[in-house]
């Protein structure tokens, strides 16, 4: 049978309290006292729990984590950036997803009320932003990663996608596309907004407006990009360019362009953005406008440690920069040449899957 703390207190003739006390150096113990109780914990071979301790010293040494599930392709980077700032401070991380919508978020409440964690890292739920702000106003230390836009008063992460929208624009307008097709993520999100504003603003700028027709919904998927494609082609609608809103939609706007008959980048030019791993595998290889998602993981992490430890968490996002990364899906001279606009970090271990 495991050792407890009351076996400790008996054999040591004291209190639990007492036992307590000496573990965690709190409250006047007499020295004598506590000389016994520690040589009997020697003697019986006690091993206190971490998060009992740890939770009498006010702090559970846990980090949580929130996001809305675990397919989206680069949340991979995120977790590993995030556990890999974690694990190297002492700490675990407690990760929660919302795969079952309300059950999944009334979970999370529970151990919120537990205080198994310290602080909580978070890629927005849908829906669950009102209540992390709540979290947030009640005293919980909260990070966000991807903020998609909306300005809420706590600490967070994200990436420029406006200027990575810019980005990519500039790149097909520097390659002589006039008429660019446009495949949106889902409307409600920051990021498809910022994409798009960006993207348009550029060919704004070179008297080169968006054609309406050309800018489609989509979802996110290869799937979106394959309809967008095959749906303007059968109404005759010319379009040489595509700009996805993520790499996914642009490899099904890059095969369907190819099964219709046109060349890839000859006839259409076709850029996405995030640069998971799928995106050099491509045929051919996509141009793409790469997200520092493990960075983000990392940063948002970083500045939550930082915390713990009395640093104050900052007012104003923190933001890492996108950077586009040049592959044959626009021109460049062979797969292997890719031509990076800013700083590019090492290609990230593959994470394979099949939606966002």
């Known amino acids: 049978m495991p050792i407890t703390i ?44 971490a998060r009992a301790v740890g939770l009498a010293r006010g702090r559970t040494g846990v980090v949580g984590m929130l996001v809305p599930t675990l ?17 190297s401070a002492g700490y675990g991380l407690l990760l929660f997803t919302c795969n079952r919508g309300e059950e999944s978020l009334r979970q999370f409440a529970s151990q919120v009320s537990a205080k198994s964690f310290d602080g909580l890292l978070a890629i927005e739920p849908e829906g669950s932003l009102d209540y ?44 002589g596309r006039r008429r660019p097709l446009v495949i949106k993520g889902h409307e409600q999100f920051g ?18 407006p968006l054609d309406p027709r050309l800018v489609v919904e989509g979802d996110f998927t ?28 642009a490899g099904g706007a890059l095969q369907t362009i190819r099964e219709t008959g046109r060349r890839v980048p000859e006839d259409v030019a076709v850029v996405g953005f995030d640069d998971i791993p799928y995106a050099a595998h491509t045929e051919p290889p996509l141009t793409t406008v790469h997200q520092p998602m493990r960075e983000m993981g990392e940063a948002a992490a970083r500045m939550l440690l930082s915390h713990f430890e009395g640093v ?19 021109g460049a001279s062979a797969p292997a040449d890719r031509r990076a606009v800013g700083p590019r970090r090492p290609e990230p271990e593959p994470f394979h899957q099949q939606i966002r």
């Open 191 to 208: 990021c498809t907004q910022e994409r798009l504003a960006g993207f348009a603003e550029a060919y704004d700028a070179a008297d080169l």
């Open 6 to 49: 009351a076996d400790v207190a008996a054999r040591a003739g004291v209190s639990k309290t007492t036992v307590s006390r000496v573990l965690n150096g709190k409250g006047e113990v007499h020295a004598r006292t506590a000389d016994r109780v520690r040589a009997v914990i020697s003697d019986l071979g006690y091993v206190p729990s």
């Open 222 to 249: 290869f799937d979106a990009g394959s309809r967008a494609v095959k749906g303007l082609t059968e109404a005759g609608v010319d379009f040489d360019a595509v700009f996805a809103h993520n790499d996914l939609s």
């Open 312 to 330: 104050p968490l900052p007012g104003a996002p923190s933001i890492i920069p996108t950077t586009l990364i040049v592959r044959g899906s626009t």
């Open 71 to 87: 397919t989206w392709p680069w949340m991979g980077e995120v977790l590993q950036g995030a556990v890999d700032m974690v694990e």
């Open 132 to 175: 992390i702000a709540e979290l947030h106003d009640r005293g919980l230390p909260v990070v966000l990663i991807d903020d998609r836009a909306r300005q809420r008063p706590f600490p967070s992460v994200a990436t420029t996608n406006h200027r990575g929208g810019e980005s990519a624009a500039r790149h097909l307008l520097e390659l």
